[in-house]
């Protein structure tokens, strides 16, 4: 199973962008890059996925880097409802899917 | 559309006692998952399902038994409870496909006592 890395927690203020990265070197060619998020005390919510190409929806964009090695979701301005854990994870042709620790965003006012 | 739905939504146990969760899903999903969330961590995945009347472990299966006879239903079964499966459980379900996205239940939150 490819294996997700992310930085353990990050800060924003409200209003503005937040980056948040995620390493996938051991990516194969046919895993999609998934992002999910969990706000405090409910289950984990789908957020966005891509394989490629750069992909936008309405809660977020996700930045695919050319060797597909990383990605980072982008929250455009930043919300206090917008401090969640979020997990990337990596879909393969399997079922088994496997989260990591996460990255916890808390945001300031 | 009801989505995931576990049951119960709470419970205690003694230990050693046994119970089931249940997890429904109406979205006809073919995969079915049972994660468990220890405070402060992230998700750990116990069995899942590839389809009607298959079954796999995951990362922490031991202690656990699961079983999806019907495609709708993944069940994950706690034969004698121990304090160290005090944790909250969340099923999800999805297609196939490796674009799908999951979708989760809100949660069992279990104490063993």
């Known amino acids: 199973d490819a294996k997700t890395t992310q930085p353990n927690s990050m800060e924003s203020n409200e209003e503005e962008p937040v980056h948040l990265p995620c390493n996938h070197s051991t990516i194969s060619g046919t895993d999609y890059i998934h992002w999910y998020r969990q706000l405090p005390s409910q289950g984990p919510e789908y957020v966005i996925h891509g394989l490629t190409s750069n992909v936008n929806n309405r809660m977020a964009s996700l930045a695919i880097a050319e060797d597909r090695k990383s990605s980072t979701l982008i929250l455009h301005r930043a919300t206090l409802r917008d401090a969640a854990v979020y997990y990337c994870i990596l879909r393969d042709v399997g079922g088994k899917l496997i989260f990591g620790q996460g990255t916890e965003l808390s945001v300031k006012p | ?113």
């Open chain 2, 1 to 113: 559309n009801a989505g995931v739905t576990q049951t119960p939504k709470f419970r205690v146990l003694k230990t050693g006692q046994s119970m089931t969760l249940l997890c429904a899903q109406d979205m006809n999903h073919e995969y079915m998952y049972w994660y468990r969330q220890d405070p402060g961590m992230g998700l750990r995945l116990i069995h899942y399902s590839v389809g009607e009347g298959t079954t796999a472990k995951g990362e922490v299966p031991d202690g656990y038994n699961v079983s999806r006879l019907k495609k709708q239903n993944f069940l994950l079964g706690l034969e004698s409870a121990a304090p160290s499966q005090t944790s909250v459980y969340f099923c999800a379900s999805s297609y196939r496909m490796r674009d799908s996205p999951l979708h989760f239940g809100n949660g069992t939150r279990l104490t063993v006592t």
